[in-house]
């Protein structure tokens, strides 16, 4: 892959992606972080990511300190946004499932990726 200063990255064989000026590029990702921004939105989408269906009354469960309302609220949100599919099923007691969207699934390798570049920065300061 060739860099200049002029441009982020190439694009891949094939794909056709847009030219980033490294202006445009920080503007892209601030906008795609901003997605994520929210004390529980991470910790969601984590419980999310083994692909698995997840009720609501699972996710409260495994999610220590969330309320219901902020739950509601942030799977809200990243539904909105299109990271997560809810599922309402018309039964009593009522039943509402939710997983995530291929686009949703597509961000784990990019926060394992942040994960590993942390980590490579714990490992050269300690």
């Known amino acids: ?5 002029l441009e982020v990255s190439a694009p891949e064989k094939g794909k ?7 202006l445009s590029a920080a503007i892209d990702v601030e906008a795609a972080l ?6 529980w939105k991470l910790v969601i989408l984590f419980q ?10 699972d996710l409260e469960k495994r999610i220590d300190g969330i309320s219901q309302k902020m739950l509601a ?3 809200r949100q990243l539904e909105a ?3 997560v599919e809810r ?16 686009w949703g699934q597509a961000l784990c390798p990019a926060l394992d990726a942040i994960l590993v570049w942390a980590e490579a920065r714990e ?4």
């Open 16 to 22: 056709q992606r847009p030219h980033y000026t490294p």
């Open 81 to 83: 946004d299109g990271l």
């Open 87 to 102: 599922t309402a099923y018309d039964e009593l007691p009522p039943r509402v499932d939710y997983r995530l969207t291929p």
């Open 1 to 5: 892959m060739t860099r200049t200063h």
């Open 73 to 75: 609220q942030q799977l």
């Open 48 to 57: 999310l990511f083994d692909g698995k269906v997840q009720r609501f009354s």
């Open 34 to 39: 901003g997605l994520l921004e929210g004390r």
């Open 123 to 126: 490992a050269s300061a300690g």
